[in-house]
Every structure is written in structure tokens, then in C-alpha cells.
Nanobody, 115 residues
Framework: QVQLVESGGGLVQAGGSLRLSCAAS????????LGWYRQAPGKQRELVAA???????NSADSVKGRFTISRDNAKNTVSLQMNSLKPEDTAVYYC?????????WGQGTQVTVSS
């Protein structure tokens, strides 16, 4: 079993920054992909950014140039640096781990950007 623990959400004004972190523990297979998804009220959950253990990154067009994803393979952690935040970035952000066997989700952390 794998557990994902997120931290770093909160309330910030538009134009501000936040950093999300996620720590994975348990039986983790490699290679794997760690990623961040978000879900705003009334909307579907969507990919924000994901990073493979080999280093390749996939991110949503809406966050390119503003958000940066990184990971520490030795510690099984993933971070999301969010700059130039906009009100439309407001959502619950979820950490996700995918490997060959399954995928796991964190409990989510709220990010609220005020205008």
C-alpha cells in the first residue's frame, strides 16, 4: 500500500506564490510518475503537471511558464512551485502516484487565489 501526504496549500492573493509538496511512502515501484491534479467546484479533475522518475514532464498549457514541478527520487517526494497565481487556479490540488501496478491519490489540499 502507498500513502501520499500533501502539504502547502492555502490562501494567496492573485500574483502570489505557493509551493505544494507531496511525500509518498510504502511499497513504491519504479519507474513511476508523480503528478499534481486539481479539481475546481463543478469541474472535472484535471492534470496540472506530472513528472516521470526518468525526468520527463507533462504539464497543462494553462500553467506553463508559471508552475514548476520537481521531484526527489531518493525521498519519493514531488513539489509544485506555483507562481503568478490567478483566481482560476483556485481548486483542490491532489497528488497522484502511478506505477505499473496501480495509481494512488492523496487527500487533497485547498488552494484559494483571491482577486
Amino acid at each position: 500500500q502507498v500513502q501520499l501526504v500533501e502539504s502547502g496549500g492555502g490562501l494567496v492573493q492573485a500574483g502570489g506564490s505557493l509551493r505544494l509538496s507531496c511525500a509518498a511512502s510504502g511499497r513504491i515501484f519504479t519507474p513511476n510518475t508523480l503528478g499534481w491534479y486539481r479539481q475546481a467546484p463543478g469541474k472535472q479533475r484535471e492534470l496540472v503537471a506530472a513528472i516521470h522518475s526518468g525526468g520527463s514532464i507533462n504539464s497543462a498549457d494553462s500553467v506553463k511558464g508559471r508552475f514548476t514541478i520537481s521531484r526527489d527520487n531518493a525521498k519519493n517526494t514531488v513539489s509544485l512551485q506555483m507562481n503568478s497565481l490567478k483566481p482560476e487556479d483556485t481548486a483542490v490540488y491532489y497528488c497522484r502516484l502511478q506505477d505499473w501496478a496501480s495509481n494512488y491519490w492523496g487527500q487533497g489540499t485547498q488552494v484559494t487565489v483571491s482577486s
